[in-house]
Nanobody, 129 residues
Framework: VQLVESGGGSVQAGGSLRLSCAIS????????MAWFRQAPGKEREGVAA????????VYGDSVKGRAIISQDNVKNTVYQQMNILEADDTAMYYC????????????????????????WGQGTQVTVS
């Protein structure tokens, strides 16, 4: 599975960005896609996750109400809309692929752990000033 993120950039506080993650090299059998972010000196943090099999999306506490994750199964792309951006949203944003079993695990434990995801993109930088 290959993941390529795009859409990052510099934006003023209060602005919006839409990140994209193009998925390839994958024969559809069900999956869980997620966005994580990591700021310098901080741990990788789960932003949002979405399942291909009908579970409700999950959002990290720090972005609830400001983020929307979606997927286009025809284009094999996952999107992350980020609104009302804040300086604390500055980070490298990573797209991640996991099996469909990842979402029930996330919902059961209430933790979006990077360990649930087997494949990662190279990341796209978001800077909010």
């Amino acid at each position: 599975v290959q993941l390529v993120e795009s859409g990052g950039g510099s934006v003023q506080a209060g602005g919006s960005l839409r990140l994209s993650c193009a998925i390839s090299g994958y024969t559809y059998r069900g999956h869980c896609m997620a966005w994580f972010r990591q700021a310098p000196g901080k741990e990788r943090e789960g932003v949002a996750a979405i399942s291909s099999v009908g579970h409700d999306p999950v959002y990290g506490d720090s972005v609830k109400g400001r983020a929307i994750i979606s997927q286009d199964n025809v284009k094999n792309t996952v999107y992350q809309q980020m609104n009302i951006l804040e300086a604390d949203d500055t980070a490298m944003y990573y797209c991640a692929w996991g099996p469909s079993s990842a979402m029930p695990a996330i919902q059961a434990r209430g933790i979006m752990s990077p360990a649930y995801f087997a494949f990662w993109g190279q990341g796209t930088q978001v800077t909010v000033s």
